[in-house]
């Protein structure tokens, strides 16, 4: 009886979660029921389509840790350093993900995590990701200030299977605006402006895989090459750019961003 009672809520959130199929309540309903096995501090709703910055769609903040405004900047450029993002572009089947997955081997050593990804999702994420056609996924994603355990990781995954589907079928209910207008830059070169000009596609690619979190003997890997190497061309990429660390190639990256996307809803009022 007692485990019955403790299951309660959960039975309560998903007769609410029935209740706003194909309502403009349905993702916080969602959200509110996943948060009763994991404490997420905050959740984002996204598409990201392939090739082309993404759009939020929704945010839920429960500590403040974020502010929705600083989600904005994701749009406007800090994408291209995000390892779901990349997942996404690179193809990805439906499921649960966790950031640990699919970081770079030095994600969290990196200025993105560092002076952004922290202050704003937190120490952890989750993604529940959908795939709905011609290289369009939409990503569902559990903050944390904490690290997520494995046990929680693990009701999740007990749970994954119908929350995609519930996902799914809101999405086959709720209309669904026309996305808006792309202004941010759709890949790291345009990111980086006219000072992209200045660099090889070597110099670039380098570039983007250190802001990423890649170590120099990932870049290797990823790129075909020596460690050696990508330590010239990081050395000779600093060197245009006239930065002296990943502090500084970072300042430089915010410099260069992007205007932000304007958020749109997939169940408007």
């Given amino acids: ?30 959200v509110e029921t996943l948060r009763l096995l994991v ?29 929705a405004d600083q989600f904005a900047d994701y749009c ?50 989750l993604q529940f990701m959908l795939n709905l056609g011609e290289g369009l996924v939409l990503g569902l994603s559990l903050g944390s200030h904490t690290a997520f355990r494995n046990e929680q990781v693990g009701a999740l995954l007990c749970v994954r299977d119908w929350v995609l589907a519930a996902m ?15 202004l941010a830059p759709t890949d790291f070169a345009a990111a980086l402006g006219q000072l992209a000009a200045r660099l090889t596609e070597r110099e670039s690619e380098t570039a983007r895989l250190i802001l990423q979190g890649f ?14 190497t990508v330590k010239v061309h990081r050395r000779n990429l600093y060197h245009k750019l006239g930065v002296g660390s ?17 958020a749109v809803s997939l169940n408007p009022a």
């Fill in 1 to 30: 009886m007692d485990a019955l009672l403790k299951e309660l809520p959960i039975h309560q959130g998903l007769a609410e979660l029935f209740e706003q199929l194909g309502t403009p309540r349905f993702w916080r309903s969602l």
């Fill in 39 to 67: 404490p997420a501090d905050n959740a984002l709703l996204a598409l990201m389509p392939r090739e082309r910055p993404p759009q939020v769609l929704e945010v839920f903040e429960f500590t403040r840790l974020g502010e």
């Fill in 76 to 125: 406007s450029g800090m994408y291209l350093l995000d390892p779901f993002y990349q997942a996404a572009s690179s193809g990805i089947s439906d499921g649960l993900y966790r950031l640990e997955t699919l970081a770079p081997d030095q994600f969290r050593q990196s200025e993105y995590y560092l002076s952004y990804f922290r202050q704003v999702v937190g120490r952890d994420e």
């Fill in 168 to 182: 799914r079928k809101h999405l086959a209910l709720a209309r669904i605006e026309a996305p808006a207008a792309a």
């Fill in 215 to 228: 170590s120099s003997k990932a870049t290797a890997q990823r790129l075909g090459i020596s460690p050696e």
């Fill in 246 to 262: 990943h502090a500084e190639l970072f300042a430089l990256f915010l410099q260069q961003g992007g205007t932000p996307v304007r």
